[in-house]
């Protein structure tokens, strides 16, 4: 749930006291389809940004 509210993976790792990102990348780091939608709009208004300024 920390990584769908957006929290970065370096502070879930702290916060469960695991010794490497990757483990809990690993283990936690399921992806939803709400993180896929997101991802994508996030994306999209990047490369909008890039292309119309």
Known sequence: MSLQSGCD???VQENLGHYA???TLDTYGHVTEQMRRQGAQKIDQYMDKIVHG
């Open 9 to 11: 993976i370096k502070t």
């Open 21 to 23: 990102a990757a483990f």
